[in-house]
């Protein structure tokens, strides 16, 4: 791996189920630690819209050429607004992965996506079609899925942005600066 790899970690902000919005923050790393951009974008809470504010905020950004991954924290953002990974690889070229920190209960994300989406079933194959892994942080293993990247490779770029902990520092701080701009100040883990 080449040192001054780019990764871009994404993350939406704290909402309300009666928000209409929720800000998503782009938080471009150059490992392994060294913040170099901030972006943003904002997606509609349990809306489709994800995938393309996704690819609009990261082809319009200058830094396009250069982000060799871009790190989701999970597969939905703003409540069920879920990310069609392959779709977001296909239209950018550049490979998305997702981590979260624990495993999710397929059984109980499918019955929420059937009680209040008419949608459900596309939904639910997006969140199916990229199967989540485990991978090693030394603590807690993150679960993660990646499309467009080899694993190994894919294990390599998110040990080399791990500072401290288990979440990857592009996912951190995105967590930190979305809290920050709607709550005012971060708090909690990401």
Same mark, same amino acid.
């Given at each position: 791996?080449?040192?001054? +790899?780019? #990764?871009? /970690? &994404?993350?939406?902000?704290? !909402?309300?189920?009666? =928000?209409?919005? @929720?800000?998503?923050?782009?938080?471009?790393?150059?490992?392994?630690?060294?913040?170099?951009?901030?972006?943003?974008?904002?997606?509609?809470?349990?809306?489709?819209?994800?995938?393309?504010?996704?690819?609009?905020?990261?082809?319009?950004?200058?830094?396009?050429?250069?982000?060799?991954? +871009?790190? #989701?924290? /999970? &597969?939905?953002?703003?409540? !069920?607004?879920?990310? =069609?990974?392959? @779709?977001?690889?296909?239209?950018?070229?550049?490979?998305?992965?997702?981590?979260?920190?624990?495993?999710?209960?397929?059984?109980?994300?499918?019955?929420?996506?059937?009680?209040?989406?008419?949608?459900?079933?596309?939904?639910?194959?997006?969140?199916?079609?990229?199967?989540?892994?485990?991978?090693?942080?030394?603590?807690?293993?993150?679960?993660?899925?990646?499309?467009?990247?080899?694993?190994?490779?894919?294990?390599?770029?998110?040990?080399?942005?791990?500072?401290?902990?288990?979440?990857?520092?592009?996912?951190?701080?995105?967590?930190?600066?979305?809290?920050?701009?709607?709550?005012?100040?971060?708090?909690?883990?990401?």
């Amino acid at each position: 791996m080449k040192d001054q +790899v780019r #990764v871009l /970690g &994404i993350d939406d902000s704290p !909402f309300e189920f009666g =928000d209409r919005r @929720s800000l998503v923050v782009g938080a471009l790393v150059r490992t392994p630690s060294y913040l170099e951009a901030v972006m943003r974008t904002d997606v509609e809470v349990d809306g489709c819209d994800s995938t393309d504010r996704l690819v609009e905020m990261v082809m319009c950004s200058r830094y396009r050429e250069q982000v060799k991954l +871009v790190l #989701v924290d /999970g &597969i939905a953002l703003a409540g !069920f607004n879920i990310i =069609d990974m392959g @779709s977001f690889h296909e239209r950018t070229g550049i490979p998305v992965a997702t981590v979260t920190r624990d495993e999710p209960d397929m059984a109980e994300i499918e019955a929420a996506l059937r009680k209040h989406f008419d949608d459900w079933a596309r939904r639910l194959s997006l969140v199916q079609r990229v199967p989540l892994r485990p991978l090693d942080t030394g603590h807690k293993p993150l679960q993660a899925s990646v499309v467009g990247m080899d694993w190994d490779e894919f294990v390599q770029l998110v040990k080399a942005t791990t500072v401290r902990g288990a979440v990857p520092e592009p996912v951190r701080i995105a967590h930190l600066v979305s809290a920050a701009m709607v709550k005012g100040e971060s708090r909690g883990r990401s």
